[in-house]
């Protein structure tokens, strides 16, 4: 990665092409979130449904002014900003007009991140439009934390990708809905819910954090539209296991004989090994953030084992733990099987 490729890049984006872009947290499929042209061409790229509305990322404050509707006036909106950005965070606020219905999938609201990475930093304020970015995977796989993910799906059908060292975070942003009655998370990321109720404290968890949420007449109630669709998901199919660790390790020994593969701990590496059994770490199980870091790789990593399953041992869920838990079970499709 040179000065150099940045300028190539801005250049792709000023012709309204797709550019793939570190970030401190995932890698994101990036074009000019101005221009219905280009955003179009991120949907077809990543085969992700219209309805699916994009983060629209900044590189400074003073964007807000002219993107979102009374920034300033949104309760909690500039102690968020003040608080988390540049990072981790997504807010939903009111958009104005100069966001094209394709960016914000119909909505009259609108995603607005300011990512920490200096990359994406440099292209936004070099570029001088905001940039359209949703994770750089084929939609439904897991997100792309380094530079072969994205080149493993996107090769082809995108003008460049920029080649970076591995996202720091490793899981997508928080995303709180500023436009609800109540301020809700959306989605858990590393802007824990106990670092945001300290600024908002009756802030909420949306039941589909954690739920297959299905409203009374069985339609499916959704406010953020990336939950109606399977997500994260290896090829492989993938249950968690909830339970402590000897009972997981019974269970896998148990049932070894059926071609599976373990999504574990460090702590589970020395009896894995006196089993023989194919698995991979994740990270420690006393930190979240190490396996938020490699939840996405290791879910990859995987697939490479021709496994008829996944067993995953269950993260804790406070802290970034939720982010963790929230990721894998959508990548698990919501199987989830309780010991004892
Ligand atoms: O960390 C991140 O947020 C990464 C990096 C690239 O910035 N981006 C990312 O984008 O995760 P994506 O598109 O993979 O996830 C965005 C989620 C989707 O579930 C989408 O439905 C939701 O945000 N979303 C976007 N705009 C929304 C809106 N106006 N209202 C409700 N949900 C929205
Ligand atoms: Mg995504």
Avoid at 36 to 61: C, Q, T
Avoid at 205 to 227: L, M, Y
Avoid at 293 to 306: I, P
Wanted: aromatic share 8%; glycine share 4%.
């Amino acid at each position: 990665m040179s000065s150099n490729d940045i300028i190539k890049a801005v250049n792709f984006l000023k012709n309204d092409e797709v550019v793939a872009i570190p970030t401190e947290t995932v890698y994101g499929l990036a074009a000019n979130a101005l221009c219905e042209k280009a955003v179009k061409k991120i949907f077809i790229a990543k085969g992700r449904p219209s309805d699916n509305p994009l983060i629209v990322h900044i590189s400074n404050l003073n964007m807000t002014k002219f993107l979102v509707k009374n920034f300033d006036r949104i309760p909690f909106a500039k102690e968020l900003a003040e608080n988390f950005w540049p990072g981790p965070l997504t807010m939903i606020l009111p958009k104005t007009d100069l966001i094209p219905k394709v960016t914000s999938g119909g909505l009259d609201t609108v995603a607005i991140r300011f990512p920490s990475h200096p990359i994406i930093q440099k292209i936004i304020s070099e570029a001088g439009f905001p940039l359209a970015a949703p994770s750089a995977n084929l939609s439904g796989s897991p997100s792309p934390t380094n530079f072969e993910h994205v080149f493993n799906d996107m090769n082809g059908k995108i003008a460049a990708i920029i080649k970076y060292e591995n996202c720091k975070f490793g899981v997508e942003s928080t995303i709180i809905n500023l436009c609800s009655d109540i301020p809700k998370i959306m989605r858990p990321g590393n802007v824990t819910i106990e670092k945001i109720s300290k600024i908002i404290p009756n802030v909420e968890i949306d039941k589909a954090v954690c739920e297959k949420f299905i409203s009374e007449n069985s339609i499916p109630e959704v406010i953020c539209p990336g939950v109606k669709y399977r997500h994260y998901a290896p090829k492989t199919r993938l249950t968690i296991i909830n339970s402590n660790q000897s009972e997981f390790l019974n269970f896998v020994k148990n049932n070894q004989k059926n071609n599976i593969v373990a999504l574990c701990f460090e702590e589970d590496k020395k009896f894995m090994d006196e089993f023989k059994i194919p698995y991979i770490i994740y990270g420690s199980e006393k930190n979240s953030e190490s396996q938020a870091k490699n939840l996405f790789t290791s879910l990859r990593e995987c697939d490479n084992f021709g496994a008829n399953i996944i067993y995953a041992r269950c993260p804790k869920k406070d802290g970034v733990g939720l982010a963790v838990f929230n990721r894998l079970l959508r990548a698990a499709e919501f199987n989830i099987l309780n010991l004892p």
